[in-house]
């Protein structure tokens, strides 16, 4: 999995991250009807390209590389992972 979002955007949701993405793998966006209802972003793993450009767009700083995530938060691997398994 090439970048997991993580426990700064609970509750936050900013969407510079979604724009600054070229391959639209970030969701839900603000346009998707689950967005008022998601507590976080999530990176589709089978979408992302692994370029890095949403991870200095974050302001809470909540977007790593796989290997960058902090222990804490390992479970949102799974997190991201689950967003995309019924879509």
């Known amino acids: ?5 993580a426990e700064p ?3 936050t949701k900013d969407t ?5 993405c070229p391959v639209d793998c970030i969701h839900p966006t603000k346009d998707e ?6 507590e976080q972003l999530f990176i589709d793993p089978d979408t992302c390209i692994d370029c890095g450009l949403c991870v200095d767009e974050c302001p809470v ?3 790593y590389q796989d290997e960058d995530l902090p222990k804490e938060w ?3 691997v799974q997190i991201n992972i ?3 398994k019924d879509k």
């Open 33 to 38: 009807p689950d967005y008022e209802s998601a």
């Open 61 to 63: 700083q909540a977007i």
């Open 74 to 76: 390992d479970n949102y």
């Open 16 to 20: 510079s991250c979604v724009d600054a």
């Open 1 to 5: 999995m090439p970048h997991i979002i």
């Open 9 to 11: 955007c609970i509750a």
């Open 82 to 84: 689950d967003y995309y």
